[in-house]
């Protein structure tokens, strides 16, 4: 009933950016939280960011300033935005969002496939 696409991953050297967007369609009524979640290989998931519906955010002790979340309600999409990239930020980026779809009471969480972002020279 909802899907999320995201787009922007890709490779980047050191240091440098990239943007992440993830939008979601289906039958929304309304969206609360949305995020974004890393996982590199042989670790687990970890939170990225997460932005609600009233702006208010939430970075992981790595971000450091170096990412800004930001989220177009009108579109339901949310975005990513890398810089200062480091090997270590090396992993598939998930975007999340917490949707109520029309018919229900309750939202649910839903996920995107993933893009991986690559950093290395």
């Known amino acids: 009933q909802v899907q999320l696409v995201e787009s922007g991953g890709g490779l980047v050297q050191p240091g440098g950016s990239l943007g992440l967007s993830c939008a979601a369609s289906?039958?929304?009524?309304?969206?609360?939280?949305m995020g974004w979640y890393r996982q590199a290989p042989g670790k687990e998931r970890e939170l990225v960011a997460t932005i609600t519906n009233g702006g208010s955010t939430i970075y992981g002790d790595f971000v450091k300033g170096r990412f800004t979340i930001s989220r177009d309600n009108a579109k339901n999409t949310v975005y990513l935005r890398l810089n200062g990239l480091k090997p270590e930020d090396t992993a598939v980026y998930y975007c999340?969002?917490?949707?109520?779809?029309?018919?229900?009471?309750?939202?649910?969480?839903?996920w995107g496939q993933g893009t991986q972002v690559t950093v290395s020279s």
């Open positions: 289906g039958s929304i009524f309304s969206v609360s939280n």
């Open positions: 999340n969002m917490r949707v109520r779809t029309w018919g229900l009471s309750t939202s649910n969480d839903y």
